[in-house]
């Protein structure tokens, strides 16, 4: 079903407009819950908020727009994941303490590493958003090329070309930057 029906479905109070958009992006949508919860949460936690997320798009159905609907639930997952946690009391895991600076104690090279990991986060989402979509399920996600295919309802060498793509991206920042990259 194309999102425009899905959505005027949605606002028209039809439910098959719910279950087509959580057909189309409950992958998406999960993942992006547990990006954020890891493993600080039971899984029933987590099934929870990514309900919450298609009942509030099921409720603000006049706030979702055509070709942003996909940001919109990824908005919405990620502020959902973590007002569970601070009700839960727990602190949000930082990503590959992006947010840390090294210091005078910490092993040599530790600030080159943290400028690349910020290098690579940018090329990564610089990417357009199918190859970005494939690129992180695949290495950050660990989906497998035939998973990545399937979910995203493409062919298997799609994937492989996308992922092919993001390296190469990656390796021309990265290199651009005056970072040595090994073939």
């Known amino acids: 079903m194309r999102e425009e029906t899905i959505l005027r479905k949605i606002r028209s109070g039809d439910p098959a407009g719910l279950e087509a958009l959580m057909e189309r992006y409950l992958p998406y949508v999960s993942a992006v819950v ?17 309900s ?30 973590k007002k569970r946690l601070r009700q839960a ?46 690129f992180l399920r695949h290495y950050f996600y660990a989906q497998t090329v035939a998973e990545v295919a399937r979910r995203m309802e493409l062919n298997e060498s799609t994937v492989k070309t996308k992922l092919r793509r993001g390296r190469m991206k990656l390796k021309e920042v990265l290199t651009r930057e005056g970072f040595a990259i090994e073939a």
């Open 34 to 50: 547990w990006s954020v919860l890891r493993d600080a949460m039971p899984r029933e936690d987590g099934e929870e908020v990514v």
């Open 52 to 81: 919450d997320v298609f009942l509030a798009a099921w409720r603000q159905g006049a706030d979702l727009r055509q070709g942003s609907v996909k940001a919109w639930l990824g908005a919405v997952a990620r502020n959902k994941a």
């Open 89 to 134: 009391g727990r602190y949000l895991p930082l990503e590959e303490d992006a947010l840390e600076i090294p210091g005078p104690d910490d092993p040599p090279g530790e600030y080159e590493r943290a400028v690349e990991r910020q290098l690579v986060r940018q090329a990564v989402d610089s990417l357009p958003d199918p190859d970005r979509e494939v």
